[in-house]
């Protein structure tokens, strides 16, 4: 697996490069191209540098560790796509409910977030094709009765705001109150304290958690709907969408997606993981 130092980038330089970008793109009027780069037929954000978003909360596909330093499965896949492109890879983090207003402004490149392309998504930007399909998932107290989404009764439900969950959450009868959250590792923390009933989010996601932290939290019942990731990019830069779809299908063909995948997760999660 080849990656760069350069594509790394600490909690206190995630806010000065984001900052960057911002001011960059306010100097732009964040509609023009006098401030984008050229590169193989496509613009790009900074000259040389492939600029890709994603929170920095989604352990273990994106998040800063003790030291600082951002690290993550999405990161890695990132910095791979930069390689692939003969460009300097350049992660920034940002809130997960603002990364589609923040690619829209042209603030950068790409979301290698862990981003569902829902149809609502789709009509603000493209996305290449699926990097890997989870599953919604329940998670409830390990003492808890409730075996389904089906058993809620009066429940108030933690997500993480932006995510397709909380739409999915508002809309099932037995939800009383839907409280959003910044981060899973928050969520699933106070679902454990039981400061709500029950949580949703990827089951690849709570299942990591648990074996990490030991919190005391089960999932409960079938994955609530498919929860595919694809990579999102500005609707006016579609050479650099297929671009990056054809590095992504490199990265698989020649085994660097199924190593990066077993490094994270022990097994290969490009491949459906609704079972």
């Known amino acids: 697996m080849r990656t760069s130092s350069a594509g790394r980038v600490t909690r206190r330089t995630a806010a000065a490069l ?10 732009t009027g ?53 390689e692939r492109l003969g460009l300097e890879p350049n992660p920034v983090t940002g809130p997960f409910n603002s990364l589609v207003a923040g690619l829209k402004a042209k603030r950068y490149d790409l979301i290698v977030g862990s981003m569902s392309p829902t149809e609502e998504r789709r009509k603000q930007v493209d996305f290449t094709g699926e990097y890997y399909v989870s599953g919604a998932q329940l998670f409830v107290e390990n003492d808890s009765a409730v075996a389904s989404v089906d ?42 304290n039981g400061r709500v009933d029950a949580a949703i989010t990827t089951k690849l996601l709570g299942l990591y958690q648990i074996k990490q932290t030991g919190i005391d939290v089960k999932p409960a019942g079938e994955i609530l709907f498919p929860d595919p990731a694809a990579i999102a990019s500005q609707k006016s830069n579609s050479e650099l969408t297929a671009e990056v779809d054809k590095a992504l ?13 077993e490094k994270w997760f022990g097994t290969d999660i490009s491949q459906d993981a609704r079972s």
């Open 249 to 261: 299908d490199e990265i698989r063909d020649d085994g660097t997606y199924a190593r990066l995948s």
């Open 18 to 27: 984001t900052g960057c970008l911002i001011a960059a793109a306010l100097a």
């Open 30 to 82: 964040c509609g023009g191209s006098s401030a984008e780069a050229e590169e193989g037929g496509y613009r790009l954000v900074e000259d040389g540098k492939l600029t890709f978003a994603m929170s920095g909360q989604y352990r273990p596909f994106n998040y800063f560790e003790d030291d600082g330093e951002l690290a993550g499965f999405d990161v890695e896949l990132g910095n791979e796509l930069a």
């Open 151 to 192: 058993d809620l009764k009066d429940a108030r439900v933690g997500v993480v705001l932006g995510t397709t969950f909380e739409e999915y959450a508002q809309k099932q009868p037995g939800v009383a109150e839907v409280k959003t959250y910044n981060s899973d590792n928050e969520m699933l923390t106070e679902l454990s």
